[in-house]
């Protein structure tokens, strides 16, 4: 079965500085990976996804992740967080090539930023 | 593009009342609508996956007679919970993709908070 693990539960940054939120993944094969952010009591919004081809993706908002085949991995970064960055962060994996597009979440990451 | 819009947003309701929460994709056509649960500071839970025409598939431990869906259109589907009691309480939200397989994103609602008094 798949899974993600996202290890920190919280994170703390100062506004301008520079983040990254882990992700590790476990399947059987390179699956489809995402990132999304939530706000409180809001819907997810889709910041990136990763299919195939360059390992770094860009995506909105300014961030950006790159996937480690040999890792397991598909960590987000952002040069330099903003205050408005600070929200739930959520790494998923679907699988490659079907399963109706059943995602599988990880615990999620909170992101505070201080001014 | 790629708007979930998903009404109500928030309800109060008494005991034993049923509550029906509408998901609709307002751009595009959804092939398949996925429902979650997400309790307070935790991740989401699938509850069940829906395609149009087709019954809903439900994950294991969710009773499919408490929380009934429909995916009567391409852009609609809707979840009834009945009888909702107070352990009903809770965060959902549903979402949205255009085709099968892994490479259409979900596109999410902004949810919708049950209260059960």
């Known amino acids: 079965a798949q899974s993600v693990t996202q290890p920190d539960i919280h994170i703390t940054v100062s506004e301008g500085a520079s983040l990254e939120l882990r992700c590790n993944y476990s399947?059987?094969?390179?699956?489809?990976l995402f990132w999304y952010v939530q706000s409180p009591g809001q819907g997810l919004q889709l910041l990136l996804k990763y299919f195939s081809g360059d390992t770094l993706v860009q995506g909105i908002k300014g961030f950006e992740a790159e996937f480690k085949r040999s890792q397991s991995s598909f960590n987000l970064r952002k040069p330099s967080v903003h205050w408005s960055d600070a929200a739930e962060y959520f790494c998923?994996?679907?699988?490659f090539g079907g399963g109706g597009n059943k995602l599988t979440f990880g615990t999620g990451t909170q992101l505070k930023v201080e001014l | 593009g790629a708007v979930v819009s998903q009404h109500p947003s928030w309800v109060i309701c008494k005991s034993g009342t049923s509550v029906k929460i509408e998901c609709r994709s307002l751009d595009f056509q959804a092939t398949t609508m996925f429902w979650y649960r997400q309790f307070p500071k935790q991740s989401l839970m699938l509850m069940a996956t829906s395609n149009e025409g087709s019954k809903a598939t439900y994950e294991q431990g969710v009773e499919k007679d408490k929380f009934l869906i429909n995916h009567a259109s391409l852009t609609l589907s809707t979840l009834t919970v009945t009888s909702a009691h107070p352990e009903d309480s809770s965060f959902y939200i549903c979402?949205?993709?255009?085709?099968?397989?892994?490479?259409?994103?979900?596109?999410f609602g902004d949810g919708t908070r049950l209260s059960i008094l």
């Open positions: 399947y059987g094969a390179t699956p489809y």
């Open positions: 979402s949205a993709s255009g085709v099968q397989g892994g490479a259409e994103p979900q596109h």
């Open positions: 998923a994996v679907a699988p």
